[in-house]
């Protein structure tokens, strides 16, 4: 996760919702490819793919986004949510964490739960990029100096 990312192309600048209402209105024969495109501004090989998808598999979600570059998620957004929670909880019983202990803890997890991660194997804690992330994602979370 780098310190300040620019996006450089405009794959993927679709909006999820608008997708769904064009692969609905195509696959009800309500709109052509083209006009569901333009309608919807979603790119027309994009909408076919997700069309071909709904099609093979009726349950397939069609607004859901692949990821872009190598980089993904060290955690799922539930398993966020459990170590924002956990935060909270001990800054409730007056124990507040510090960035360190926050990253070692997110390490912890991680190799608990047998999780993909590129987390300091040698210092045993998290990066200093996934806490500035991290922090971003959740605005609520605090972190204070016991």
């Known amino acids: 996760m780098p310190r300040s990312r620019v996006r450089v192309s405009k794959r993927q600048n679709w909006d999820s919702e608008n997708m769904r209402k064009a692969v609905k209105e195509v696959i009800e024969k ?13 790119p027309k090989s ?4 997700k069309i071909k998808q709904k099609n093979l ?20 957004t539930a398993e966020e949510t459990e170590l924002v929670s956990y935060i909270q909880l ?12 926050l990253r070692k803890i997110a390490y912890q997890l991680a190799i608990k739960n047998n999780k993909k991660n590129n987390f300091s194997q040698k210092k045993e ?7 500035r992330c991290f922090m971003a994602r959740h605005p609520e979370v605090s972190l204070r100096k016991p």
């Open 125 to 131: 804690i998290a990066g200093y990029d996934w806490y």
């Open 90 to 101: 001990m800054e409730g019983r007056l124990f507040g964490l510090t960035l360190i202990d």
């Open 30 to 42: 309500r709109m052509t490819f083209r006009n569901a495109c333009i309608e919807f501004n979603v």
């Open 46 to 49: 994009t909408l076919e793919r």
């Open 57 to 76: 598999d009726p349950s397939y979600d069609t607004g859901n986004k692949v990821a872009l570059g190598p980089i993904s998620k060290v955690f799922s």
